[in-house]
């Protein structure tokens, strides 16, 4: 039985879902062709005999413009809090300031730490360059630049801060691996950037190696992310999972997926401790909404991880099976649709007809997948707890906001020298300029002027404070400060370029 539904109307889906032992599942329609392949999605799933009892809310464009910032609607966050399972369709985020990114609140709101986007290719049925890509990307989903802390320092220099914490890089590479184990991968190759970004990036590979070791059934290896993504555009074949800090996760799953055969197809899973969010990865397409037009295969796949994340694996194989069967029969919505290779080209609803007329067929030329009804779920990872290291305060970044040169801002800084503190260097835009520039380097309205405790001496924040102090006197405008910390003994902060 199939449901005729309007979009955004969910009130059927209610009364065919539920049941004894259904499992509650938040539901959101979304924007722009969000509505149908929602619909096409939820038709197939029942179809499937999915027992799941849906709880509607409401999000997106129409929460935006109702006034609240997030674009989700206040008592919406009860249902996923109750429910802890979010089948979203995209939405569309209105343009113009003040709106937040709905998915990153909903993700860091939930603790969803875990974005897992599988990137398969489906050749020779759907065209692409790679028909042996098999490809996990594991995106960590809550920190990074995505922190979301922006500031405009000076009239010409803006930040954005990029936050990675110890237990973040934990809980994805462990998760990562933990994934390889259970879906019979061989190996997890991370991505970063730690020769530039020693700290951050730096902690992320760190950490990554600590957990590997962990796995020693498990192949691991480490690539810069520039030759790294490369080679995953070039050669995807090489690589099976793939764990990355936030950016480059977000970039380069979307290439993943398009290389794969088309955005329009690839699920994502975010996953936390406590609650878990399916949707597909592409947005809410407007210029197709209501034209029956859409692929529902990304938000489909996305249903089929939903299925086996709440334990109905015998619901998510049917559906998978029947969705392969008909791709490979060449039934194809007009994104994936190639002369030589479709038979047919199908809009949204036809599509989704299509599936379920297969449902207990499995494809003849793809690989049919088989899902484990016994298989425990693993548990998803926590950060383990270790002693904190000895944190001892060396020095002060002082940051500036001036238009002197370089030897005239040293004089003025030297100025809140103490007995304790004295200036060691300063930089603009991170290279050093003083002592001992470059004539040829660029200089911006922003430096960063480092003060180090004397050899031998102590400091501590009343140093701070006198220094700041010193620095109001002779008109400095300083705009914010970073203290500089050993940990262990160990430096807690990047050098100069130049030092
Ligand atoms: P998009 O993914 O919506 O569309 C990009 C291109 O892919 C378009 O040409 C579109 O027609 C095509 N496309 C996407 N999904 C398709 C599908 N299922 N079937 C057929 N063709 C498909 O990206 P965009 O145009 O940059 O963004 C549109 C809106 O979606 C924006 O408001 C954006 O903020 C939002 N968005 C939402 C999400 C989400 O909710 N998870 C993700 C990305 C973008």
Redesign the pocket.
């Known amino acids: 039985m199939t449901v005729q539904l309007k979009p955004g109307d969910s009130a059927e889906f209610q009364a065919l879902s539920g049941g004894k032992d259904a499992t509650p599942v938040t539901v959101a329609f979304g924007d722009?062709?969000g509505p149908e392949?929602m619909k096409a999605s939820l038709n197939i799933l029942i179809a499937a005999g999915a027992k799941i009892s849906i709880e509607p809310i409401e999000i997106g464009e129409k929460a935006y413009l109702a006034g609240n910032t997030a674009g989700i609607e206040p008592s919406a966050w009860d249902s996923l809090r109750r429910t802890k399972v979010f089948y979203k369709a995209?939405?569309?985020?209105p343009q113009g300031g003040g709106f937040k990114s709905l998915?990153v609140t909903v993700r860091k709101s939930l603790g969803l730490f875990a974005n897992v986007r599988p990137c398969t290719a489906y050749a020779p049925f759907v065209a692409t360059k790679h028909p042996g890509m098999d490809v996990v990307v594991v995106r960590e989903n809550e920190e990074d630049l995505y922190a979301g802390i922006e500031h405009r320092q000076t009239d010409d220099v803006y930040q954005c801060l990029k936050l990675i914490s110890r237990p973040g890089c934990e809980k994805i590479a462990r998760y990562a691996f933990e994934y390889a184990k259970a879906q019979d991968r061989k190996k997890v190759t991370c991505f970063t950037k730690d020769n530039i970004m020693k700290l951050t990036d730096g902690l992320f590979h760190k950490v990554f190696d600590e957990v590997a070791a962990e796995y020693p059934e498990i192949e691991n290896e480490h690539w810069i992310v520039d030759i790294g993504a490369a080679k995953l555009a070039d050669t995807p074949e090489a690589f099976d999972v793939v764990v990355m800090p936030n950016l480059y996760g977000d970039v380069l799953s979307d290439v993943a997926a398009q290389i794969a055969g088309s955005?329009?197809l690839a699920p994502s899973a975010n996953i936390g401790e406590h609650c878990a969010m399916f949707?597909?990865i592409?947005?809410?397409?407007?210029?197709?909404a209501g034209q029956d037009m859409?692929?529902p295969s990304?938000l489909l796949l996305a249903g089929v991880m939903m299925m086996n994340h709440i334990g109905q694996s015998d619901v998510a194989e049917k559906v998978h099976n029947a969705w392969l069967k008909a791709i490979e029969d060449g039934l194809h919505?007009y994104?994936i649709f190639d002369a030589e290779t479709s038979k047919q080209k199908l809009g949204t609803a036809a599509f989704a007809e299509a599936v379920i007329d297969r449902l207990g067929q499995k494809p003849a030329q793809l690989q049919p997948v088989t899902y484990n009804a016994e298989a425990k779920p693993f548990e998803v990872p926590r950060p383990t707890s270790r002693p904190a290291a000895k944190k001892e305060l060396v020095g002060i970044d002082v940051f500036v906001d001036s238009t002197k040169s370089a030897e005239a801002l040293a004089a003025d800084m030297q100025h809140a020298e103490s007995p304790l503190v004295e200036l060691a260097m300063i930089t603009n835009r991170g290279v050093k300029v003083w002592p001992g520039g470059l004539p040829e380097t660029f200089c911006t309205n922003h430096w960063r002027c480092r003060f180090m405790a004397k050899p031998n001496k102590q400091m501590n924040k009343a140093t701070i404070v006198e220094l700041l102090s010193n620095l109001t006197k002779v008109g400095v405008d300083f705009i914010k400060t970073e203290q500089l910390f050993t940990f262990d003994g160990e430096i807690g902060y990047s050098l100069g370029q130049g030092q």
Not at 90 to 93: A, E, Q, S
Not at 282 to 288: F, L
């Open positions: 722009g062709i392949i995209p939405i569309t985020t998915n955005v329009g949707e597909a592409h947005g809410s397409a407007p210029r197709r859409a692929n990304g919505t994104d």
